[in-house]
């Protein structure tokens, strides 16, 4: 990837220990940052950050072409350097590896600034509103070709894709609701800590386990953790800063845990069921009903996530959050 215009604004901590000069890129969009200044940003020695970022790019979390661009830097001693700088989707990346409250800090600062860009003059005007939504729907419409092929599914599922690519087509209101961090629900839930610990999690996932082997539905691999896997997922949809949760809204968490879960294969088998299994639980825990999601909507949603590219995530988790919220109130 080229570097492209670039405009260069200057980021302090709250604490005002680091000062670090970013560059805005207001056609992508983004923010860029070197590796230093990653190590700057985060506390974290250089080869820490580049361990986070190797398995970034091997697990194809982030496509490496499209998060990546190169640079002309003066160093100083006044020479002119191509420096590789990432952008904001790896930032926040490596942010939720190495839990710092710092990143948040510029996650929001980051968020604010190109909102500011934004609301002062090119995007977000009607026109460009519009198109973006065409685009999405029809880059849904992709991942919806591509899942029914490969699944070769014509039946309840099939139909049952179609109505969540149709009811997200007219959901303008969820989406500028998600677009502006403002979708919300009525606060009628408990803390996440006293309902939905990762010992509430297994505990319930043995008795889903239990009962599909009784079945004869699953085997007794099913279920079984990797590496602490569903921790790293229920802490990072669970991060906090300055007491508020990164993802604000309940349906937002519950969203994130259904991809995560069917992304990041925290289990050794039944990713997919279980994913289907936390979401329902997660919205259960907090006395959000149910009934939206039919079963067909929900494998049809788990077929999409699967086979979506992680750069479509935005796309994806619109599509999960339009399917659990339906009606409701933003």
Not at 36 to 51: A, C
Not at 135 to 158: F, M, N, P, V, W
Not at 159 to 164: S, V
Not at 250 to 262: D, I, N, Q, S
Request: proline content about 2%.
């Amino acid at each position: 990837m080229n570097s492209s215009q670039q405009n260069f604004v200057t980021f302090s901590s709250s604490d005002n220990l680091i000062s670090l000069s970013v560059h805005l890129d207001t056609q992508a969009e983004t923010v860029w940052l070197n590796l230093n200044q990653l190590s700057e940003l985060f506390g974290r020695d250089k080869s820490v950050i580049s361990r986070h970022l190797k398995k970034i790019f091997e697990t194809v979390e982030l496509e490496r072409d499209s998060v990546v661009a190169f640079f002309a830097t003066t160093a100083a001693d006044g020479k002119t350097y191509t420096v590789e700088y990432f952008n904001l989707d790896v930032i926040l990346s490596v942010g939720y590896r190495v839990n710092s409250k710092r990143g948040i800090e510029f996650r929001r600062w980051a968020s604010a600034l190109l909102k500011e860009y934004l609301i002062k003059g090119y995007a977000f005007n009607q026109e460009r509103l519009s198109t973006i939504g065409i685009q999405e729907i029809s880059r849904s419409l992709d991942l919806l070709k591509q899942s029914l092929l490969t699944h070769g599914y014509k039946d309840a599922i099939g139909h049952a894709t179609i109505d969540i690519i149709r009811s997200y087509s007219k959901s303008w209101s969820l989406l500028k609701a998600f677009d502006e961090n403002r979708l919300s629900y009525q606060s009628k839930s408990q803390p996440y800590e006293f309902k939905f610990t990762t010992e509430f999690c297994l505990t319930s996932i043995a008795q889903l386990k239990q009962d599909l082997i009784e079945q004869k539905e699953a085997s007794s691999l099913f279920g079984i953790q990797r590496d602490q896997g569903l921790d790293q997922i229920l802490g990072s949809i669970h991060q906090t800063f300055s007491d508020q949760f990164l993802y604000p809204s309940v349906y937002e968490r519950a969203a994130h845990l259904f991809y995560f879960t069917l992304k990041d294969h925290p289990f050794v088998d039944g990713n997919k069921r279980i994913g289907s299994f936390l979401l329902l639980l997660y919205l259960s825990a907090y006395n959000i009903g149910l009934s939206p999601i039919t079963n067909e909507a929900l494998v049809a949603m788990a077929l999409l996530v699967a086979q979506s590219n992680p750069n479509d995530k935005n796309i994806i988790i619109k599509l999960i959050l339009n399917l659990i919220t339906q009606d409701e109130s933003c």
